[in-house]
């Protein structure tokens, strides 16, 4: 029947060879290998007992044993007939050998160990499909088979002459009698083994009545491998702490050399050490014997140095003296110049009570002459009486002989109009298309009597500025505060106004023209007028 692969194997006792054989068991057929083996005379099952006989009480076995006879059941059971397979062993036929043998190892060797049937099919199938590979040396071949009584055989030879009948050669004590030839007797000899292992294996197998010597020998080998690993293992370790020894006793002797190096190079310096001693040393003993001389020159020279500094002392105390003495005069001069100056002070304010007493005298004066001739009462101004029409000037001279002088710089621009009652008359067009040559005229005239309102708010200048008024078409620009705007009427142009302005005004008041008209300029100046071209007092106005 079919076992999956997880089924645990049987235990090793299952069917002993006492007990009774399973139907498809290969001693109960009379085509089993193992009735094949027995004589045509003789019963199939007395080979089955002779064999099982012989068989009975294997030695204990060592695990590398049972492994080697697990894998010599298994390979034979995967190519055994299903008949001669045992019914427990079925289900491991299916195994891979690897599989096989490690999972059906112990149920193999059992069923070797009680089933002498199952133990002559696997010799049968290796003696026939693996000829000579577990064949026993010839000289140990004859000593392989036993008797059904469990004898060794006789060594090959003539027939012997057996207690039942006569034996075939080489079938030994037993031969064809009524007892039969057993399992063992007959069956084929196996390939002969390499090693003890196999060797023991194959006297397991054929029941060889040295099989316990064979088994004992096996594991004696065994016992002698694991001796040889150890000592493979020991000397492994001797080889290498030996060879540990060696590199340390190298390193040893590096270590040595190294340190000679070293000693001999603490040496050297130890020799330049005491060189530069001895050197600084004896650079010492002349250090001190110079120490010495020095100190002796240097008592010498304090020797001389306190007569010296007992001189200076001296002098310096005289000078002292003289100084204090000096100091004495200087504090007597201090006292009498401060009380010069005092003095000079007291007299200084006399002079001032006295001259302020003569300035209130002359201003009562003026004042009171003021009221009684009625000077002062806010008249108009000479340019106030001049209208935008021109008089012709009879004269082509200067007045009183006194012309203007022209300023051309901002310093003596200052000074003018830092004059008192000076007054200022601007050439309104001529100024302001040099200075904003881009705005319409309205905007030029706007800007420039601002600009002109400001500067006479700094200087407290009079400032008339003259427009020609023909092409005014708006109502005329009203002045700002101090400055007086005049446009010239129609017919009369804004110079005829500049000239009767300078007419106007009484000799000795300082009058400045603005313009770069030379014409204008020539004019006022012989009036005693100073011109200022129109670049410059723009140059004041952005400042």
Known sequence: MA????????????????????????????????????????PAGHGASGASGSAAGWPPLTAPLRSRLAEIAGTALAGMPAADVPGPLRRFARFTPAKRARLGGQALVARLEQDAAFRAAVVAWWAENRAGELELPPEEAGAGHAAPGGEPAAPGGPAGNGPVGNGAPGNGAAGNGAAGNGATGNAPPLPAPVDKLDAAAVALLTGD??????????????????????????IAKVDKVTAELERAQAELVEERERARSVVAEQQAEYQQMRRRVSEQGARLRTALDTRAELETEVAALRAGADERLAAARADAERERERADAERRRADAAAREVAAARQAAREARRGDEVRLELLLDTVGGAIAGLRRELDVGAGGPRPADLVAGTATADPTGGAVNGRAGLPV???????????MP??????????????????????????????????????TGA??????????????????GRGVRVLFSEAGVIADDVIRDLVAAEPLGRPLL???????????????GAHSVPSTVLLRRLRG
């Open 3 to 42: 076992h999956n692969d997880g089924e645990q194997p049987e235990p090793a006792g299952c069917g002993g060879p006492s007990g009774p054989e399973p139907a498809d068991s290969p001693g109960a057929g009379s085509d089993s290998p193992a009735s094949r083996g027995a004589g045509s005379d003789t």
């Open 209 to 234: 009545p040295l099989a316990a010597r064979r088994v004992a020998e096996a594991e004696q080998t065994g016992d002698l491998s694991s001796l040889r690993a150890e000592r493979d293992e020991a």
């Open 408 to 418: 051309d710089g901002l310093a003596a621009l200052d000074t003018l109009l830092a």
């Open 421 to 458: 009652s000076v007054h200022v008359i601007v050439d309104g067009y001529n100024v302001s298309k040099t200075g904003y040559p881009d705005l319409p005229l309205a905007d030029q005239r706007t800007r420039l009597v601002g600009q002109l309102g400001a500067l006479g708010a700094r």
């Open 462 to 479: 009079e400032i008339t500025v003259v427009f020609d008024g023909a092409a005014v078409s708006a109502a005329p620009l009203r002045g």
């Open 513 to 527: 023209v603005a313009t770069s008209d030379q014409e204008v300029v020539r004019s006022v100046r012989r009036r």
